[in-house]
T-cell receptor, first 114, second 111 residues
Framework: DAGVTQSPTHLIKTRGQQVTLRCSPI?????VSWYQQVLGQGPQFIFQYYEKEERGRGNFPDRFSARQFPNYSSELNVNALLLGDSALYLC?????????????FGQGTRLTVV | GQQVMQIPQYQHVQEGEDFTTYCNSS?????IQWYKQRPGGHPVFLIQ?????EVKKQKRLTFQFGEAKKNSSLHITATQTTDVGTYFCAGRETSGSRLTFGEGTQLTVNP
């Protein structure tokens, strides 16, 4: 049974560019959350989607957006990239959107902005 | 907003010594989860605590949830080199669904 898969695994972008990161949750999981993890820090919540609806949004600028598709996969878009956006972007899936559900993380996408 | 603080930031131990990391939330939590992240890896779920005062054990790991549901601890007995990694606590607020992570405790174990 496949776990959470994210693509690409690594990405290098230039300041000002746009990037799209993709996530496929565990089969049967309807909730996807996105986190940003800067080196040496804990993951910071960006978005949660459940059944294609946004359920929560963290303290990130409007340059960050996301969506969830009918098959529950998800994309995270970041516009007008800044150097500070360099981080590991983690996708986590869970079986429901309720509080207290275990989150399964993908291996992440390492984004470097130069 | 909710803040989750974790101490210590780093811990270096000799193999066989015990290790403890502490987690404190600025708000009451509905539950707290613990994750382990190996160097270069992604967070892996260890356990979830839900009840006030709850204590759970996994082999050499003991997890506690405070009576006020605002703090938690992870204790490892007789550390092994396989315990190396960063341990994160992550709390969910009573009314929310997001996980708020602490900064993590990076554990290194000298053989």
């Amino acid at each position: 049974d496949a776990g959470v898969t994210q693509s690409p695994t690594h990405l290098i972008k230039t300041r000002g560019q746009q990037v799209t990161l993709r996530c496929s949750p565990i089969s049967g999981h309807k909730s996807v959350s996105w986190y940003q993890q800067v080196l040496g820090q804990g993951p910071q919540f960006i978005f949660q989607y459940y059944e294609k609806e946004e359920r929560g949004r963290g303290n990130f600028p409007d340059r960050f957006s996301a969506r969830q598709f009918p098959n529950y996969s998800s994309e995270l878009n970041v516009n007008a990239l800044l150097l500070g956006d360099s981080a590991l972007y983690l996708c986590a899936s869970s079986s429901s959107g309720r509080a207290g559900t275990e989150a399964f993380f993908g291996q992440g996408t390492r984004l470097t902005v130069v | 907003g909710q803040q989750v603080m974790q101490i210590p930031q780093y811990q270096h131990v000799q193999e066989g010594e015990d290790f403890t990391t502490y987690c404190n939330s600025s708000t009451t939590l509905s539950n707290i989860q613990w994750y382990k992240q190996r160097p270069g890896g992604h967070p892996v779920f260890l356990i979830q605590l839900v009840k006030s005062g709850e204590v759970k054990k996994q082999k050499r790991l003991t997890f506690q949830f405070g009576e006020a549901k605002k703090n938690s601890s992870l204790h490892i007995t007789a550390t092994q080199t396989t315990d190396v990694g960063t341990y994160f606590c992550a709390g969910r607020e009573t009314s929310g669904s997001r996980l708020t992570f602490g900064e993590g405790t990076q554990l290194t174990v000298n053989p």
